[in-house]
């Protein structure tokens, strides 16, 4: 048999399924103006303040970045009470999951994540041989399963995987399951919060987790956030993540050695202090997402109380088809058939104008 070139995991190895890009869709349907509401982008733009700093930094993009991205490691520290060795920033939250899952998964190690839920933790543990065991969520509520996670938990498992607010449902685990789930998760087991969408969610919950709480009692846990969706700077590629200096200081051991770009560096650092941004994307979210739910409610079509910037909801058709419509309508969204929920739509928040566009192109199409 010929040798294969390729590590044995690629063969079974999903690649991750993006939002589809806006110029494809007008490439391929002739179309002059498209709405893109499918990979929970932020519709008010990017933070002024991090436009400005790009556009200052700019011509300085001869000269490496620091590779310690110091000054906004500090500020993050500072902002969320952690020491400056608790932060790793990464080349967007993706790099992080994938450094994270390189530094920890051997071939035979086992993690624990649900089903839907964010496919890049299954993807990146598959491809460093780990095995991945999916846990439906739970039937009506779309909530996490946690008992049945926990009767999973063995000498192999490494990480347990928490979306919160869980993509693509939207879906909020509360305070009290968390962090009951926290201390009955063995000690050894690293508990890994993604909290993307942090900002919004606390934003429309007083019952969501701050994950930094149970870092500060539970030294095995890595918590996730990104600049990609409040700070609307996706396109620069800027996450971070919290945990103990011994976990930060190991998983640092392979990142590449200046993976945060210059220009990402100053515009996260921008971002942060622009609350004005910050406050009126939350404020936009909840516009736009009412907006959806006031229309899915005159249908009677269900959907699920988002915790994010993007709602779920079942459109009771096979969303391959109306996927493919909507597209034809200069609408992309992310269609539940790619998790295996045929039926459901995920639909990010978007302007009121874009919108407007979506709900007459479903009014039109369902
Ligand atoms: C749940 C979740 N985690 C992580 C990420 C990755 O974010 P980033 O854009 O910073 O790579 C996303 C992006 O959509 C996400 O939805």
Redesign the pocket.
């Known amino acids: 048999m010929a040798k294969t070139i390729f590590r044995k995991e690629l063969e079974k190895l999903n690649a991750y399924v993006p939002g589809k890009p806006i110029e494809d869709v007008m490439r391929e349907y002739g179309l002059t103006s498209v709405v893109k509401l499918a990979s929970?982008e932020n519709p008010l733009g990017p933070s002024p303040k991090a436009v400005a700093a790009v556009q200052a930094e700019a011509a300085k993009i001869n000269i490496y970045p620091d590779p310690a991205v110091r000054t906004l490691r500090e500020k993050l520290a500072e902002k969320y009470g952690v020491s400056f060795d608790q932060v790793m920033v990464g080349n967007?939250?993706?790099s992080l999951?994938q450094l994270v899952a390189q530094s920890i998964i051997s071939p035979g190690d086992e993690v624990i994540t649900a089903d839907p839920s964010?496919s890049l933790y299954e993807i990146s543990v598959s491809h460093m041989g780990g095995t991945v065991h999916v846990v439906p969520l739970l039937k009506d509520s779309f909530q996490y399963d946690l008992e049945s996670m926990l009767s999973l938990v063995n000498d192999k498992t490494k990480i347990v995987y928490i979306?919160n607010p869980n993509?693509p449902t939207g879906t909020i685990l509360g305070k009290a399951a968390l962090n009951e789930f926290a201390d009955k998760l063995p000690e050894e087991v690293v508990l890994f919060l993604?909290e993307?969408y942090y900002e919004f969610a606390s934003a429309v919950s007083e019952d969501y987790p701050n994950g930094l709480e149970i870092l500060a009692r539970r030294p095995n846990t890595i918590v996730?956030r990104?600049f990609?969706k409040v700070a609307g700077i996706?396109g620069t590629?800027v996450?971070y993540i919290f945990s103990t200096p011994e976990m930060i200081a190991e998983i640092g051991k392979s990142t590449g050695v200046f993976s945060v770009n210059r220009l990402a560096q100053v515009a996260a650092l921008a971002a942060l202090d622009d609350t004005d941004h910050i406050e009126n994307s939350v404020a936009l979210n909840k516009a736009s997402l009412q907006a959806f739910k006031d229309y899915f409610d005159t249908k009677g079509l269900r959907y699920i109380e988002p915790g994010g910037n993007f709602i779920w909801v079942d459109v009771n058709v096979d969303t391959r088809e109306l996927y493919v419509a909507l597209q034809k309508e200069g609408v992309i969204v992310r269609p539940g058939f790619l998790w295996g929920w045929d039926s459901w739509l995920r639909i990010s928040s978007g302007n009121m104008q874009d919108t407007e566009i979506c709900i007459e192109a479903l009014d039109k199409l369902l």
């Open positions: 929970n967007g939250g993706e999951i964010f979306c993509n993604d993307a996730l990104t990609a996706a590629r996450g």
